[in-house]
């Protein structure tokens, strides 16, 4: 078995740890696993890292995806990308993300898998415009997470004080009780 590197090491040796996603000649465990998804997570802006999450966004593994597609500093035009990928978890972790550009928000709102539309609705920055179709939802799945986003207007939120589904109505209430607090 491979031995578990921490995910420090990882980012410092990115060229030698990326060969055994790309070309991997041994089993390795969940503990790899975990070290390179943590590694992903910490991620920032620094050129270095910007470089590490290109080459990880194109790693046949999907769940490796996913940490690239949910890191908020992962560059923009790999977003887009990844917004197109052919698995559904690393759309959905696309769509929520808060840096998501518009564009992006806008193509994923009509995706075919509810989970992925849901962080859509979710996201705080989604605007108004990619928002709005989501309010008559017949899905009350969808209309949980418009009612959650704060950045759903308040008017919209009165709309849900009645929803047929109860959880939906029993959200908007506990907003409209937050919203009035001081």
């Known amino acids: 078995m491979f031995p578990t590197p921490t995910p420090t090491a990882i980012l410092e040796n990115w060229q030698i740890h990326k060969e055994l996603w790309l070309h991997p000649t041994k089993e390795l465990g969940d503990d790899v696993m975990t070290a390179f998804c943590t590694a992903l997570d910490q991620c920032t802006d620094l050129p270095a890292h910007q470089s590490i999450l290109q080459d990880a966004s194109r790693i046949p593994l999907w769940e490796l995806r996913v940490h690239v597609a949910r890191n908020h500093h992962t560059p923009i035009d790999v977003l887009e990308r990844l917004s197109k990928d052919q698995n559904p978890y690393v759309r959905k972790a696309v769509a929520g993300n808060i840096h998501a550009p518009i564009t992006v928000l806008s193509q994923l709102s ?38 959650w986003n704060r950045a759903t207007p308040d008017e919209v939120i009165m709309r849900y004080l009645s929803d047929r589904d109860e959880i939906v109505a029993k959200m908007a209430r506990y907003r409209c009780l937050i919203s009035n607090s001081p």
């Not at 979710?122 to 418009?146: G, K, M, Q, W």
């Open 110 to 147: 009509i995706d075919e898998q509810i989970f992925v539309r849901f962080d859509v609705a979710a996201n705080p920055n989604t605007p108004l415009s990619v928002l709005a179709p989501f309010f008559d939802d017949e899905s009350a799945y969808i209309r949980r997470a418009v009612v």
